[in-house]
């Protein structure tokens, strides 16, 4: 019996939590009137992508760097917002910070200012780039929900 490297044990943790996600997007009920695109298309899309990839995941080969499980203890001792506990803790206040200002700032705005920050917070630089990118997926996916899945997002201060 061969041991299972860091990416199979993560891959094997998300294709449980798709499993479950699955299970309750089946739950939801449809709406009585006929609709192109119903409440529970969206969560089964989700809940089965997660599974394909975590499929994926499970047999991707490891690189050297991405398969060691070895702690880098260089990392952990530069800046506290820097160390791997720090980045998860700022990470974690970000989406805190993201739902509470949702609906004042609008899902385009919120949105935008989560993806531009927690990408320079972890070291991407090119700050035009970053903010196209991100301002051209969040619009994408707000026109989306918005115009063809008929979806309610927060406008907040953009009157759109």
């Known amino acids: 019996m061969t041991k299972l490297n860091t990416n199979q044990w993560l891959a094997l943790v998300l294709a449980l939590v798709a499993a479950a996600y699955i299970a309750m997007a ?7 009137l006929p609709r192109p695109v119903d409440s529970d298309l969206f969560p089964k899309v989700l809940g089965f992508s997660l599974l394909i990839l975590s499929v994926f995941l499970f047999f991707e080969k490891p690189s050297p760097l991405a398969g060691a499980d070895e702690i880098d203890h260089d990392a952990q001792q530069g800046p506290l917002l820097m160390t791997p506990w720090g980045r998860v803790i700022v990470t974690s206040l970000a989406i805190a910070a993201y739902a509470l200002l949702l609906v004042p ?56």
């Open 26 to 32: 089946w739950q939801i009920p449809t709406f009585p």
């Open 105 to 160: 700032l609008g899902f385009v705005l919120a949105s935008t200012l989560l993806c531009t920050g927690l990408t320079a917070y972890y070291g991407y630089r090119r700050h035009v780039v970053n903010l196209v990118t991100s301002l051209g997926v969040v619009l994408a996916l707000y026109l989306t929900m918005t115009q063809v899945m008929d979806v309610y997002l927060p406008t907040g201060v953009i009157p759109f």
